[in-house]
């Protein structure tokens, strides 16, 4: 009974203690403005052993975006290849200011946050990368280009308030 009760208070204790998740440092912001166009999506190109790589990105005017997953066929842009919108690592916070644009997204250990330059209101470059704790930044060249679509995939989470 003795040994029952030990292994029964251990197991409350771990599934008690619950790590909480690490905050976003942007505060939501509303997107009302005309820089980048949100009646579709985002991809950037990269390389993979396959071959190019479209790594799909959906901004919505509650100031989230979502990481919709990648792609190898850049006209094969289908929903159930979406990833699942469970999982906070997908979701983030971006905010336009002026021709920057600014995306923090979640790590598994913290967030990191994007910079970059609007070219135009489809295109826009991602040139460095920042961990939320301001330690680490490397620099990039990701050219993000616009798809219109329709439906988009609901913005709701409950990662993000």
Known sequence: MNKFLIISFWLLIVTGCKEESPKLTFERQTYNGKELRMDGFYYSVSSNFEGPLYNIFFYYRSGI????GSSNDSTHFEQEGWLNPNSRLIWGLFKVDGQQILREQWTPEDSWI???TILNDTTFQINELQSSSGSVVRFKDDVFHFVEFSPK???ITKYIE
């Open 65 to 68: 975006y979502r990481y919709a």
């Open 114 to 116: 994007h910079r970059g």
């Open 153 to 155: 995939p609901d913005s």
